[in-house]
């Protein structure tokens, strides 16, 4: 049992250290291809990856994540399952190919059929880099893994700022991201030291694909759930505006995008190992719940604070219309964060349909409210999240902690909290931003802001939890 927390802790640092580095450089990649870029072309890019990720989710299958969880694994299973997702991948690829023209006729983007050509490439690789992540993260390889994605995120980033620079539009992010997806499917297969090649026979694969295609339904339902607002709005909202709330949403969920990963990838075959340590599990779940907590919450609402001034000054004043949708939208990413912390221990627990009702609850939530707010513009679009988020936040808590005999209590009180003391800290902000520093220039007011509000925070918890903030002192990675 210490084994595995070792293991896990160590795999969190690899993981953790290498994203941090590349993410740096990413953000500021980011930053300036947006700065480089138009609003116009962030809506094509929007739609172009909305389409891409749907089809994405159909290319695993769930069948990576049937690798992790199997408990005897040998050589033609593995083989088995490759071929499945060649088989599928392939079929992916026709489809896409075949509908692109559509795609783009339907929401009257030209550009897009060609954007659906190229970026269908990506199937080629995908059974490989199925396979081979998930063998490595079934050994707990998060260190090999680490170091790819470190070298692939750099070497995308770069190439989307070249070709920005040289004019190349909305493009260079398209070409980038396929660039990724080939330098990993390499990596991925040189750091197993093993190449598999596909065996045509599916006896035996029925348990691995009831499995692999719930949490494939799940994925694809998150995937439309995530996109919701794109698939809607970009109906009524024309390419310009769309392209604002984009890049709101973007840099909303630039965060949780890039630390969920890291977290549920350690996260899942840790749970796996202890999944039969009932109270071993609920343990380190509710550690876990209590430190994010403590730290997501003044973080985005932090952000939320200051998001004029920083929109403003890295991006630009013509970003601007994107600020109120991206304070909207701050406000509800720690919710779903937390949303998202139970989607391993479900998995690991064999509880696949969980996810599969939440995530369903959630899109049809959401596609409602988006549908509705569509007509009034972005602003209102970002509303809607306020509306549905803790509605689906609360419905996880129902779901999920019942199955995994976590008190629904631990997880509230694990919340209120941070929740409190940052809403209070936003006000805080908010008044000193309006009442005190407005005419302050904009790079001493955010910085007096930035260290207010972290300064506010940390008394406070202080003063009204100090158990909570001595718990934060002691962690360790």
């Keep these: 049992m210490d084994s595995i927390s070792s293991r896990a802790r160590t795999a969190f640092r690899w993981t953790l250290s290498l994203r941090l580095l590349s993410q740096v450089f990413t953000w500021l990649a980011s930053l300036l291809v947006i700065r ?9 890019v929007a739609i172009a990856e909305m389409v891409l990720m749907l089809a994405l989710q159909f290319a695993s299958a769930g069948l990576g994540d049937v690798l992790v969880r199997q408990k005897q694994l040998d050589e033609s299973y593995i083989r088995k399952i490759l071929c499945l997702l060649m088989l599928l991948n392939g079929g992916l690829a026709i489809l896409q190919l075949s509908f692109a023209a559509s795609v783009a006729a339907f929401y009257q983007q030209p550009a897009l ?8 490439t990506v199937f080629l690789v995908m059974p490989w880099i199925t396979v081979s992540s998930n063998l490595l993260a079934r050994e707990m390889n998060f260190k090999s893994r680490s170091k790819i994605d470190f070298a692939a995120t750099l070497s995308g980033s770069a190439l989307a700022l070249l070709l920005a620079f040289y004019g190349f539009g909305f493009w260079s992010l398209i070409l980038s991201n ?13 750091a ?27 994925g694809i339902l998150f995937t439309l759930f995530m996109k919701a607002d794109i698939l809607i709005a970009a109906r009524f909202i024309e390419a310009n505006q769309l392209g604002y709330y984009a890049v709101a949403m973007h840099l909303a969920l630039m965060p949780m995008t890039k630390a969920m990963p890291l977290i549920n990838e350690v996260a899942y075959p840790m749970y796996a190992a202890i999944g039969h340590d009932k109270q071993r599990y609920q343990q380190i779940f509710c550690y876990m719940l209590r430190i994010i907590t403590l730290f997501c919450f003044p973080l985005f609402y932090g952000f939320a604070a200051t998001a004029d001034e920083l929109v403003q000054l890295i991006l630009g004043q013509h970003w601007s219309h994107a600020v109120l949708p991206l304070q909207l939208i ?23 349909s969980t996810g599969l009702i939440h995530v369903s609850f959630s899109l049809v939530l959401t596609a409602i409210a988006i549908y509705f707010a569509s007509g009034y513009g972005i602003t209102a679009v970002a509303a809607s999240w306020l509306i549905t988020t803790p509605l689906f936040f609360l419905f996880a808590v129902y779901l999920c902690a019942s199955r995994a ?13 941070p929740l409190l003391l940052s809403s209070v800290m936003l006000g805080l902000l908010y008044g000193m931003q309006q009442l005190v520093l407005a005419d302050m220039a904009m790079l001493p007011r955010l910085l007096i802001m930035v260290v207010t509000g972290a300064v506010f ?18 962690f360790r990675l």
Excluded at 113 to 120: F, R, T
Excluded at 201 to 213: I, T, W
Excluded at 460 to 471: D, V, W
């Design 36 to 44: 480089l870029l138009t609003p116009a072309d962030y809506g094509i």
């Design 113 to 120: 059929e060609y954007v659906l050509y190229a970026s269908a």
């Design 178 to 190: 396929i660039a990724v997806v080939f330098i990993r499917a390499v990596g991925y297969n040189l």
């Design 192 to 218: 197993l030291r093993r190449f598999y090649l596909p065996l045509f026979q599916f006896n035996g694969m029925l348990p691995a694909l009831k499995f692999g295609l719930t949490l494939m339904a799940t």
């Design 330 to 352: 701050l406000l509800t990413i720690p919710l779903r964060i937390i949303s998202n912390l139970f989607t391993p221990l479900m998995k690991a627990l064999g509880f696949p």
């Design 405 to 417: 005999g976590i008190s629904s209590m631990a997880i509230i009180k694990a919340v209120m909290p």
């Design 457 to 474: 925070y940390a008394l406070t918890l202080r003063l009204c939890f100090k158990e909570r903030f001595n718990e934060a002192l002691k």
